[in-house]
């Protein structure tokens, strides 16, 4: 806790101020905004149509006409890597947000709901858990096919227990504490109690730890559609465009590279985001993990 | 007219050990506008006969049998729902420890207006209650701290903060649960005063909960004596502390050290140790640490009223 804290809106402008005073901060903030500006002016910002097949024009090496030369089918590299910057941030987003709230709901039920449920969800968790990311993959994707819903179903899969883990745990001592009692012998109802009394406690280190995982999930949506078990070709994609440029890799590296460098770079600024975030909001943690 | 009665009150726990009978036959009342004591040592039951009133028991705790009647309902037979209801606008509380009792990531002023969730008063009407009832408690410059956060206030300011929120729905009955234990002396004398004043002015009663018999002589008109999960002793406060008609309360007495008038190099004790409650002594549950047992402790004593008003629970104890 800092001396600010009184204000809210100081604190957090303080907060801000400290994180862009740390130079991975900055950095990963850049890689971040980068990334965002070219998935949102995708169309304005690429010259061709991402799916344009042009056979004259295959296999280009990068130049003015195409920043990052041309794939098999004479696509343009540029405006594929921006329009699979979309899918890939949009799923990271969207994934990562949903399995946020479903974590917070199941772990606020199994850390204050009666003990039974908790060893049921405990177990739910534990044999989600279990699975490796990629048979879990692979079995979904048997079952419904490939496709975006696919990718998110997946990462919500993966993500959930350990976030739900964390919620329950840090209920469970909430559940003891002296102001929960307290609100109970004013009347809160039970929602209410986890609604104003558990919930502001616990989702700020989750939050942090989902800008963490951010990287993840767009590693997990450029695997498995990779694999083929995500966006079905032509929809651009990160993990699509390596697939692509994969078997003509001796001649051709340009294709595998525009697929790769910008998993990489977005890899690397959210992580740079998310371990500052850690450090400006529990200075207690710098220079752990 | 009476806010509280309990009558033969028992409440049980079932523990992995057999059933622990936390509190047998308890019976006292809290007539309105007043405020009642209860003391006894750790582990008497006080903080179970608390949570039974607000019907917070833990899960595996029931009330036996007995009747808890507060403003002519019974609390001991009335649902989940019904209690909540009363929690708050009725019947409030005010807990040991400040630190804990207020919520660390939620502003005062929040946290107080949380507590009005169920009037339709708007907002700034909210607020100007928070601060009429934060004045009240001595918190100075009110208006701003409702923007500040727990941590920034004192231990002694904290529980006044709590006082404030727990009278804010001025209920009938505030339940004061050790809440000077936490703090310093000179604090207690303080807040001790606060909680005086503040009922007086509210009319509410108070059940105050301590084992500081100075601070129960201090503030309370009635004093209800406990030990190990039986009320030994009740009376109006001047009648217990001046004619102490159980040995358990004379012992206690006895043991306060502000009532030593020499000095010793040992302050008295209680020689021995509260029994184990799964398995309870046959007759008088003071039996085994009482310097004035006799044969017939053997049976369980009956109460036995001194004066009207003042019962014991021991043979000894005579009717004048």
């Not at chain 2, 309105?32 to 608390?50: N, P």
């Not at chain 2, 949570?51 to 833990?58: C, E, F, P, V, Y």
Request: hydrophobic share 45%; net charge neutral; glycine share 8%.
């Amino acid at each position: 806790m800092y001396a600010a804290a009184s204000d809210p809106k100081r604190a957090r402008l303080a907060a801000v101020q400290r994180l862009l005073r740390e130079p991975l901060g900055v950095f990963g903030v850049t890689l971040v905004v980068l990334m965002l500006f070219g998935a949102i002016f995708a169309d304005w910002l690429s010259i061709y149509e991402p799916n344009k097949i042009s056979p004259r024009d295959r296999f280009q090496g990068p130049s003015w006409d195409h920043l990052l030369g041309t794939d098999q089918l004479g696509r343009d590299l540029f405006s594929r890597v921006l329009h699979g910057g979309r899918i890939a941030l949009s799923v990271a987003l969207f994934s990562t947000l949903a399995s946020l709230v479903i974590g917070i709901v199941l772990g606020l039920i199994a850390g204050y709901g009666p003990r039974w449920l908790d060893n049921l969800m405990l177990l739910f968790f534990d044999s989600i858990k279990s699975f490796p990311t990629v048979m879990l993959a692979l079995a979904l994707v048997t079952l419904f096919g490939p496709s975006l819903t696919a990718v998110v179903i997946v990462v919500v899969l993966v993500n959930v227990p350990g976030y739900a883990r964390i919620i329950r745990t840090q209920t469970l001592a909430l559940k003891e504490s002296e102001f929960v009692t307290a609100a109970l012998s004013m009347g809160a109802s039970t929602p209410r109690i986890l609604r104003v009394h558990v919930m502001p406690n616990v989702v700020g280190p989750l939050l942090i730890l989902a800008s963490m995982d951010i990287p993840v999930v767009i590693a997990i949506e450029a695997g498995m559609s990779f694999l083929g078990l995500g966006v079905r070709p032509p929809t651009p994609s990160w993990g699509a465009i390596l697939n692509d440029g994969f078997t003509a890799i001796r001649d051709t590296p340009w294709i595998v590279l525009a697929g790769g460098l910008p998993i990489i770079i977005t890899t690397l600024g959210f992580t740079f985001l998310g371990e500052t975030l850690r450090d400006v909001f529990d200075p207690r943690l710098k220079g752990r993990g | 007219m009476t806010v509280l009665a309990i009558e033969n009150l028992n409440v049980v726990f079932a523990t992995e050990g057999g059933d622990l009978h936390a509190l047998r036959d308890v019976s006292f009342k809290v007539p309105e506008q007043r405020i009642v004591g209860i003391v006894g040592e750790s582990g008497c039951g006080k903080s179970t006969l608390i949570n039974a009133i607000l019907g917070l028991l833990a899960e595996n705790g029931r009330i036996a049998s007995g009747s808890i009647s507060f403003e002519g309902e019974d609390l001991a037979h009335l649902d989940d729902k019904a209690i909540q209801d009363l929690r708050g606008p009725r019947l409030s509380t005010v807990f040991q420890d400040p630190m804990g009792a207020l919520n660390p990531v939620i502003s005062v002023g929040r946290q107080m207006r949380n507590i009005q969730y169920r009037s339709d008063l708007a907002r700034a009407e909210k607020d100007a209650r928070s601060i009429d009832m934060l004045r009240q408690v001595r918190i100075p410059d009110a208006a701003q701290a409702l923007k500040r956060y727990p941590h920034e206030f004192s231990g002694g300011m904290k529980q006044r903060i709590a006082i404030a929120m727990a009278l804010m729905m001025e209920p009938a009955l505030l339940i004061a649960d050790e809440p000077t234990t936490a703090l310093d002396a000179t604090l207690e004398v303080t807040t001790i005063e606060l909680l005086k004043d503040l009922q007086a002015e509210i009319g509410c009663s108070v059940l105050f909960i301590s084992h500081h018999l100075g601070v129960i002589a201090e503030l309370c008109d009635d004093v209800v004596v406990m030990y190990a999960g039986e009320v030994v002793e009740r009376g109006s406060t001047r009648q217990v502390f001046g004619n102490p008609s159980h040995p358990y309360t004379a012992r206690l007495l006895d043991c306060d050290p502000a009532r030593q008038s020499e000095r010793t190099r040992q302050l008295p004790t209680i020689p021995g140790e509260l029994p184990d409650l799964r398995r309870r002594p046959e007759g008088c549950i003071f039996a085994a640490r009482c310097d004035r047992r006799m044969d017939v402790c053997a049976a369980i004593p009956p109460d036995i009223e001194v004066v009207p008003g003042h019962v014991a629970r021991c043979f000894l104890a005579e009717s004048q």
